[in-house]
C-alpha cells in the first residue's frame, strides 16, 4: 500500500483515535472516578460536619440556658412540691426561657434520677421519662429517651443543694430541628435497633457510610453516641449533588473538547504537512517560474502524493510550452525569437570576453517557385530536407534556426568567419546528396549562404552583424544562387567562396546556344505525330494547340512560373499520341462506344507514356500525360487517383482537354456554346476538376469571353516551345 497523503491522514487518525481511547481507559477514566469519589467524601465529611457543628451549637445553647437558670433558681418557691409550687414551676421555666421554642422539657431531677418537677411545651399526657445514668461531669450530649428517642439535652447542678438536684433543659430532634441541623438537605434520624436491617434489592451498608441514588443525591449516614459511648441512633442527610455532577461534567467536557482540539491540531498539522504545505511550495515555485530564463523550475522537489504528480503534469507541460516557444514546428530548429534572444546574449558575451562569434544566414533557391509548382506539401518536405542537413552539419554548441518562411541562419560561438564558411559548405555538400520528390517535381534542392563575424570594427551591435551577413546572402543571391559569399571584414565588402552559381549559368548559355537543328527535328517529329491524329479524325483539328493555349492561360491566370508552363505545353502536346495505337473503329465511332471499345479508349495515356518513356528530356512530361484523365473525386483513369494525389500539370490539362473536347463537334455529338461549356466545367469543380484551378479557368474565361475558343490559328497564336524545353534546368534546381 503507498502510503498517500490521505493513507498517511487516515492512519494518524485512527492511531489519535486509539490513542484518546487508551488514554481515557488507563488514565482519564480513573483518575475521574477517583476526583469524583474524593468528592463524595469531601461532600459527605462537610455534611456530617454541618450536623456534628449545628447539633453541639445547641447543646451549647441549652447549656447556657442551664447554667443561667440554675443561678438564679428558688428553691423555695420554685421547687418545692405540691400543686402550687407545680404552678409556680412552669411559670418560672416558661419565663426564665428567653427562646422557649429551642426547649421542649425541663425538668427538675434529684440525685438518683427520678424527675420531682417538670415543664414540658408537649402534651400534658407525655409519658414520664427515666432518665438514663450517665457520668456526672456530663453536662450536655445526646441520650435515647424511652418515648421521645433521641433528644439533645443539656443538665446544670443546683448551686448549693444539700440533695444535689439538677436542672435539665431537653430539646427533642423533631424536623423542624433536623431542618435546621443540616441546611440544604434533608436530614432523619433512626434509633439504634441493633444490627442494621437488610433490602434484598439493595446493596449492604454500613451505618457510617455515603452513596449516591440515580436521581443525583447523595446520601451520608452516621452513628449517634450517648455519654456512655453507646450507639443510640444514626443520622442520615440526602442532599442533591447537581454542582457536583456540573463540575465532574465540565472536566469530562474539558478533557473531550482538549482532545479534540489535539486531534484537530493533528490533522491539520498533517494536512499541512502533507497536502497544504507541498501545494503552498508549489505554488510559491510556480510564481517563480518566469525568473528562471523561461525554464520550469524544479517544482517536484520535496513533493510527495498527489501534489507530486500535479507538479510532475505541470512541469512536464512547461517543458513542453518552453520547448514550443523556442522551437519552429515544422524544423524543429530554434524559431525567430528565441535565435535573437540567444544572439543578443552571445553577442555582447563575446564582445566583453573578445571571444570570436560568426553568423550564417541562409536562402533556399527558388523556394516560392518549387511552392507554387509542386505545392505547400512538397515546400514543407523541402524545407525539413534543408533544416535536417543544418542540424547534420552544425555542432552542439551551435544553433540552428528558422527565422523566415525559406530563410534559415546560423550562430556559432568561439567560430570565425572561414570556419563558419566551412561549416556551410558541409551544409551545401550534404544537400547536394539529397533529393526531394512529389508526383510532379524532383528537385536537388541549392542554397544561398552569406557569413559574416565580429572581426569588422563596424560592428558595434547584434543587429550589424546580421547585416553583414544578410548583404553577403543578397550578393550570393545576385551571383546565380548556390553559393557561399563571405563578409570580408579588410574590405567591408561581401567575397564570392563558391562560384557553383555562375558556372551554372555559363553551363545555360552553353546550353542555349547548341545547334538548332536537333530542336527542330523533335519539333518536326512531334508535329508529323499530331498532324496524324488529325488526319485520322478531322474533328481533332487545331486540338493539341487549342488545349496548349488553354494550359498556358490558366497556368499564367494561377501564376506558375514559366518552365512548368513550358512543361504544360509539351504535355499538351502529347498528351493524346497514344491515340494512334486505337483502330478506326474505335476513334471514328459515330455512336457510343460499348464497353470493349470504352477500354480500348481508356488505354490511350498508357500508350502515350509507353511512347514517350524513350525520350529522357519528357520524363517529367509523363506524370501529365498519364494522369490528364483522372478525375479530382478518384472516379478517373486509369489509376484512380484523387485529390492532391493527382499532378497539378495534369490537373490543369484535364481542365484545358475538357473544355475542348465539350465545344467541339464530334461523331457521335454537337459543339456546345463557350457559356455551356463553362457552365458544364464549373459544375465539375471538386468532382472531376480541381477547383484551384476552376478558379482560374472561370477568370480566364470571364476576361476572355467568346474570344476563347476561337481556333488559336486564326489568332496568329503559336507554340512557345522554345529552346529551354531541352535543358536540364526545366527541374528548376539549375535556375
Not at 384 to 396: G, L
Not at 406 to 412: T, V
Not at 583 to 602: F, R, Y
Request: aromatic content about 6%; glycine content about 6%; charged content about 25%.
Amino acid at each position: 500500500m503507498k502510503l498517500t497523503s490521505p493513507t498517511l491522514l487516515l492512519l494518524l487518525a485512527a492511531a489519535a483515535t486509539l490513542g484518546i481511547f487508551l488514554t481515557d481507559a488507563m488514565y482519564l477514566r480513573p483518575r475521574v472516578v477517583a476526583q469524583e469519589r474524593d468528592a463524595l467524601e469531601d461532600e459527605a465529611k462537610q455534611t456530617r460536619d454541618q450536623v456534628t457543628r449545628n447539633l453541639v451549637e445547641r447543646q451549647g445553647t441549652l447549656a447556657q440556658i442551664a447554667v443561667a437558670m440554675a443561678s438564679c433558681a428558688n428553691e423555695n418557691d420554685m421547687f418545692a412540691k405540691g400543686p402550687v409550687v407545680k404552678e409556680k414551676f412552669d411559670l418560672w421555666a416558661s419565663q426564665a426561657v428567653s427562646e422557649p421554642k429551642k426547649l421542649d422539657m425541663v425538668w427538675l431531677v434529684d440525685a438518683v434520677g427520678n424527675v420531682t418537677q417538670r415543664w414540658s411545651r408537649l402534651d400534658s399526657t407525655v409519658i414520664q421519662p427515666k432518665i438514663p445514668v450517665i457520668p456526672d461531669d456530663v453536662s450536655k450530649g445526646v441520650l435515647d429517651l424511652e418515648g421521645y428517642g433521641p433528644v439533645v439535652f443539656a443538665r446544670q447542678k443546683l448551686p448549693e443543694d444539700p440533695r444535689q438536684r439538677s436542672l435539665w433543659f431537653i430539646m427533642l430532634i423533631d424536623s423542624q430541628v433536623r431542618m435546621g441541623l443540616c441546611s440544604g438537605g434533608d436530614l432523619t434520624m433512626q434509633r439504634w435497633t441493633g444490627p442494621l436491617m437488610e433490602d434484598p434489592k439493595a446493596n449492604k451498608f454500613d451505618a457510617d457510610s455515603q452513596w449516591v441514588f440515580l436521581d443525583k443525591s447523595l446520601a451520608v449516614s452516621w452513628v449517634v453516641y450517648n455519654p456512655n459511648g453507646k450507639v443510640i441512633a444514626f443520622f442520615r442527610a440526602s442532599r442533591s449533588l447537581p454542582y457536583m455532577h456540573r463540575q465532574a461534567g465540565r472536566k469530562n467536557v474539558l478533557i473531550i473538547l482538549s482532545l479534540s482540539i489535539g486531534l484537530a491540531v493533528l490533522v491539520i498539522v498533517g494536512a499541512h504537512i502533507l497536502v497544504t504545505g507541498p501545494i503552498v511550495r508549489l505554488l510559491r515555485r510556480l510564481q517563480d517560474v518566469d525568473q528562471v530564463d523561461g525554464e520550469a523550475a524544479d517544482l517536484t522537489h520535496g513533493l510527495r502524493g498527489e501534489p507530486l504528480i500535479l507538479a510532475q503534469q505541470l512541469q512536464k507541460a512547461f517543458r513542453d510550452m518552453a520547448h514550443i516557444s523556442k522551437t519552429d514546428e515544422l524544423t524543429e530548429l530554434a524559431n525567430r525569437r528565441h535565435f535573437e534572444e540567444v544572439l543578443n546574449a552571445f553577442f555582447h558575451q563575446a564582445v566583453r570576453y573578445r571571444r570570436p562569434l560568426s553568423l550564417v544566414t541562409i536562402d533556399v533557391d527558388f523556394f516560392k517557385a518549387i511552392n507554387d509548382a509542386g505545392g505547400h506539401l512538397l515546400g514543407d518536405e523541402l524545407l525539413k530536407t534543408v533544416s535536417r542537413a543544418i542540424r547534420q552539419a552544425c555542432r552542439q554548441a551551435d544553433l540552428p534556426a528558422r527565422i523566415g518562411g525559406d530563410e534559415f541562419a546560423i550562430l556559432l560561438p568561439e567560430t570565425t568567419a572561414p570556419d563558419a564558411a566551412a561549416v556551410a559548405e558541409r551544409i551545401r555538400k550534404i544537400l547536394s546528396k539529397e533529393t526531394t520528390s512529389s508526383e510532379e517535381l524532383q528537385l536537388n534542392v541549392t542554397l544561398s549562404i552569406g557569413v559574416a563575424d565580429l572581426s569588422s570594427k563596424e560592428v558595434k551591435t547584434h543587429a550589424d552583424l546580421v547585416n553583414h551577413a544578410d548583404k553577403a546572402l543578397y550578393v550570393a543571391k545576385e551571383r546565380g544562387r548556390n553559393c557561399i559569399v563571405e563578409f570580408d571584414a579588410t574590405t567591408g565588402e561581401p567575397k564570392a567562396l563558391s562560384d557553383e552559381g555562375a558556372s551554372k549559368n555559363n553551363l545555360q548559355k552553353k546550353l542555349a546556344g547548341l545547334d538548332s537543328r536537333f530542336k527542330n527535328v523533335f519539333l518536326q517529329a512531334v508535329q508529323e505525330i499530331v498532324d496524324l491524329i488529325e488526319q485520322r479524325d478531322h474533328y481533332m483539328r487545331d486540338h493539341v494547340q487549342k488545349v496548349q493555349r488553354y494550359v498556358v492561360l490558366i497556368s499564367r491566370e494561377m501564376g506558375l512560373p514559366d518552365a512548368l508552363i513550358q512543361r504544360l505545353e509539351i504535355s499538351a502536346m502529347m498528351h493524346d499520341i497514344g491515340m494512334l495505337s486505337l483502330p478506326d473503329s474505335v476513334l471514328l465511332c459515330p455512336d457510343t462506344l460499348n464497353e470493349e471499345q470504352t477500354k480500348a479508349m481508356k488505354s490511350h495515356p498508357l500508350q502515350a507514356v509507353q511512347m514517350m518513356q524513350g525520350m529522357e528530356f519528357l520524363e517529367q512530361e509523363i506524370p501529365a500525360v498519364r494522369s490528364h484523365h483522372e478525375c479530382f473525386d478518384g472516379s478517373g483513369y486509369p489509376d484512380g487517383l484523387a485529390g492532391a494525389e493527382i499532378p497539378l500539370t495534369a490537373r490543369i490539362l484535364t481542365v484545358a482537354d475538357s473544355f475542348d473536347a465539350i465545344t467541339t463537334q464530334r461523331t457521335f455529338r454537337g459543339a456546345k456554346t463557350t457559356a455551356q461549356a463553362v457552365d458544364e466545367i464549373r459544375t465539375g469543380a471538386g468532382t472531376q476538376f480541381d477547383p484551384a484551378v476552376v478558379k482560374a479557368f472561370l477568370r480566364v474565361a470571364e476576361q476572355l469571353g467568346d474570344r476563347l475558343v476561337i481556333s488559336p490559328r486564326d489568332e496568329g497564336f503559336q507554340v512557345t516551345v522554345t529552346q529551354d524545353l531541352f535543358k536540364e534546368s526545366v527541374s528548376l534546381d539549375s535556375k
